[in-house]
C-alpha cells in the first residue's frame, strides 16, 4: 500500500507535466540561492517523472516537462528516502549509466526528497550543474529549508482537495438518499446508483449483483449496458470472484491493484479484470444476505477513510431500496394477478365495439379497488339481441382488502341484477347499499351502473350513478356531453333519497366513456377541469379505433408516478338492431 499510497498522493496534489506557478518559484529560488544552471521540482508517477516546477532545461525536455525514468535521478531519492548529493554523476556507480548525463547535462546533481504527511516522498527538488561541483554547507542547507517550504506547500494542497472530497462524500451521501429512496424497480436503481457516480475520479463501472439460490445474477439497465455486464452476467457463490467473496463472507472486499488481484484470486478473475481495463475493485455485500454492490476504477486505488464509509452507507442506502422493491414486487404482482382474475373479457356483441384499459398505480406498494364490467344479460323473448350490463366502479382504499372487496362488490352487483326482473341498475345499487350496510366492507365504493337496450336502429342506455365521476357520451357530431346526474356514494349508511335511473339515446357512432378516477385526477389539478380536457380529447379522437383512442386518453399515465388505479371502458355503437 505504499506505492498506492504515494501515487494517490500524487493524485491528490494535483500537478503533473505541466507548469504550476508556485512549484515554478520554487525552482527560480533553488535556482537563484544555488546559483545553478537548472533547477527542478520532479515528482515520480509510475512510468515517468515530471517537473510542474523548472528552470533551464533545454527543449524538447523544457516543452514536454517529463522524461522516462531512464533519465530520472529523483527515483533514487524516492526509492532511498533521503537526500541524493552527487559531485560528479559519471563517478557513481549507481548514476554514470543514466541518459540523464548525456542528454540533460546533468553532472553535479543535489536532490531532496518532497514528502507529504504520511512521510510518502512524491519526488525531489533538485539543483543540477552542467559541471562538477563541490556543494557546500550552507547551499545544502538551502536546499533542505526550501524543500520543507515546497513539502508545506504539497501538503496544503493535499490537505485542501481530501477536505474538497469529504465535502463531495457528504453531499454524496445526501443525494443517495433520497435518489435511492425513490426507485421504482431494479433496473430504475441501478440507473440511479450510476448517476450518482459520474465525475472524473469516480468509478469506472458502478454494478449491482442480487442472489439466488444459485449464486449471484447481476441487475442490468438495457439502456446503458456495459461490457462487464454482457462478459460476466452470473457468478456462483464459490467463484473465485471478489463479488462472490464479498458474498460469501459478508464482509467487504477491496482489490486496489491489479497485483492483488493476482495474488488473491483466479486466473479467470484476473482475465476478466483485464480485458475490460479494470485495476481495482470494492465489493460490499447488501445487508440481508440479499446481494453485492460493486465499484471498479480503470485505475489503482487507495480508499480514504471517509471515502470508505460513504460507500458504504450508499450500499446501506442500495440494500433498503431492494428489499423494498422486492418486496413491494412481489406484493404488487400478487394483486395484480388477483385484479386481474377479477376483470371482465369483454363480450362481442354485434351492434356495438368495446375496448377496456387498466393500469395499476405507480407510486403505491399496491393495486387498488377500481374495474369495470360488462356482460350480457339474458335476452328477452321475441327480442333480436340481448341487452349488456355495463359497470364500473371504485373502492376507497390502495391494497388487497380494496381488491378483495372490488371482487365481492363486483359479483353482488352482477347477482343482484340478474336476481331483479327489469335488471334495474338503481335496483342493484340499492341492494349493494344494504350489503354495505350488513356486512364489514370497508369505508365505501363510486361505481356507475348502466344498461344498454336495442331500440330500433339505435341502443338505449339506462344508468345508475352511486356518486362516481360522470360518463361522458359522444354524439355522432362529435360533440361531447357529461352525464353528470348522480346519487350518493356506496357507503352503507341508510338514505332516504333512494337512487335514480336516467335514459339516453345512442344513435349509430355515438360513444360512451365510463372512467374511474384515476384518468382524471392530477396532484394540484382541479378534477373538473381534467374532466374537461378529457371531454375534449374524446370529442377530437373519437373517431379513431378504440384502442387507439384509449392510448391517446391515458398518454403519459404509465411512465408518471400515479396515486391511483385507471380503469377505463369505452363503448361505441356500430350499428342499431334493425
Known amino acids: 500500500m505504499g506505492e498506492l499510497g504515494r501515487l494517490e498522493a500524487l493524485r491528490l496534489a494535483g500537478l503533473t507535466a505541466a507548469p504550476d506557478p508556485g512549484m515554478d518559484r520554487f525552482a527560480r529560488l533553488v535556482s537563484r540561492f544555488l546559483r545553478v544552471p537548472v533547477s527542478l521540482v520532479s515528482l ?40 541524493l548529493i552527487l559531485e560528479d554523476t559519471r563517478a557513481h556507480p549507481r548514476t554514470c549509466a543514466s541518459l540523464a548525463i548525456p542528454d540533460l547535462r546533468v553532472i553535479a546533481y543535489a536532490g531532496m526528497p518532497i514528502t507529504d ?12 550543474d552542467h559541471e562538477p561541483r563541490k556543494w557546500t554547507e550552507d547551499e545544502l542547507q538551502d536546499l533542505a529549508d526550501l524543500t520543507a517550504a515546497c513539502s508545506a506547500e504539497l501538503r496544503m494542497r493535499i490537505a485542501t482537495e481530501q477536505l474538497r472530497q469529504d465535502r463531495d462524500h457528504a453531499e454524496l451521501l445526501l443525494r443517495a438518499s433520497v435518489e435511492l429512496g425513490h426507485s421504482r424497480d431494479l433496473t430504475d436503481l441501478t440507473r440511479r446508483l450510476r448517476k450518482l457516480f459520474r465525475g472524473p475520479h469516480d468509478p469506472t463501472f ?37 463479488s462472490a467473496l464479498a ?33 481495482s475493485v470494492l465489493c460490499l455485500p447488501l445487508a440481508g444476505r440479499a446481494g453485492v454492490l460493486t465499484w471498479c476504477w480503470s485505475r489503482p486505488r487507495v480508499l480514504a477513510v471517509t471515502e470508505e464509509a ?38 362481442v356483441v354485434p351492434g356495438l365495439d368495446m375496448c377496456a384499459l387498466y393500469l395499476p398505480a405507480t407510486d403505491q406498494d399496491m393495486v387498488g379497488g377500481d374495474w369495470y364490467d360488462a356482460y350480457l344479460l339474458p335476452k328477452l323473448r321475441g327480442a333480436a339481441r340481448p341487452s349488456l350490463m355495463l359497470s364500473i366502479g371504485d373502492v376507497i382504499g390502495h391494497d388487497v382488502q380494496a381488491a378483495a372487496v372490488m371482487g365481492q362488490v363486483r359479483s353482488m352487483l352482477r347477482q343482484a341484477t340478474l336476481g331483479h326482473p327489469a335488471h334495474s341498475p338503481s ?19 363510486t361505481a356507475v351502473h348502466a344498461r344498454l337496450d336495442p331500440d330500433g336502429g339505435r341502443w338505449r342506455l339506462t344508468r345508475s350513478n352511486a356518486g362516481h365521476p360522470p360518463p361522458l357520451l359522444r354524439t355522432p357530431d362529435g360533440r361531447v356531453a357529461a352525464l353528470g346526474e348522480h346519487d350518493l356514494l356506496l357507503l352503507g349508511a341508510p338514505s332516504a333519497l333512494g337512487r ?10 355515438s360513444v360512451l366513456l365510463l372512467y374511474t378516477d384515476g384518468l382524471v385526477e392530477r396532484r394540484d389539478d382541479d378534477i373538473d377541469v381534467s374532466i374537461r380536457q378529457t371531454a375534449a380529447t374524446l370529442a377530437a379522437h373519437g373517431d379513431e379505433p378504440l384502442p387507439h383512442l384509449l392510448e391517446t386518453l391515458s ?18 355503437v356500430t350499428e342499431g338492431d334493425g
Not at 335496483?427 to 365504493?445: R, S
Not at 335514480?500 to 357512432?509: A, I, N, S, V, W
Request: some cysteine; aromatic content about 6%; overall charge negative.
Open 427 to 445: 335496483a342493484a345499487l340499492t341492494a349493494i347499499d344494504n350489503a354495505f350496510d350488513a356486512l364489514p366492507l370497508g369505508p365505501g365504493a
Open 117 to 128: 504527511a504520511d512521510g510518502h516522498v512524491l519526488g525531489s527538488l533538485c539543483a543540477i
Open 310 to 347: 460513504a460507500l458504504t452507507a450508499v450500499a446501506g442506502f442500495a440494500g433498503q431500496a431492494v428489499d423494498r422493491t422486492l418486496f413491494v414486487e412481489n406484493r404488487l404482482s400478487t394483486a395484480e394477478r388477483l385484479q386481474a382474475a377479477m376483470l371482465t373479457d369483454l363480450p
Open 247 to 279: 458474498m460469501r463472507e459478508q464482509r467487504t472486499v477491496f482489490v486496489p491493484d491489479r497485483s492483488a488481484l493476482v495474488d488473491g484470486f483466479s486466473p479467470e478473475a484476473v482475465a476478466g479484470y483485464d480485458a475490460l481495463g479494470l485495476k
Open 500 to 509: 335514480h335511473e336516467h335514459t339516453h339515446d345512442l344513435p349509430r357512432g
Open 555 to 572: 398518454h403519459g399515465l404509465a411512465e408518471a408516478p400515479q396515486r391511483d388505479d385507471v380503469a377505463v371502458l369505452v363503448v361505441r
Open 206 to 242: 458502478v454494478g449491482l449483483m442480487l442472489a439466488d439460490p444459485q449464486g449471484l445474477w447481476r441487475v442490468i439497465d438495457p439502456d446503458d449496458l456495459k461490457p462487464v455486464e454482457s462478459a460476466i452476467h452470473r457468478l456462483d457463490l464459490d467463484a473465485d470472484y471478489p
Open 44 to 83: 515520480l508517477e509510475t512510468d515517468r517523472q515530471v517537473f510542474p516546477g523548472m528552470v533551464g532545461l533545454s527543449e524538447p525536455w523544457a516543452g514536454e516537462r517529463q522524461t522516462p525514468l531512464s533519465h530520472s535521478f529523483c527515483q533514487h531519492v524516492v526509492v532511498d528516502g533521503e537526500p
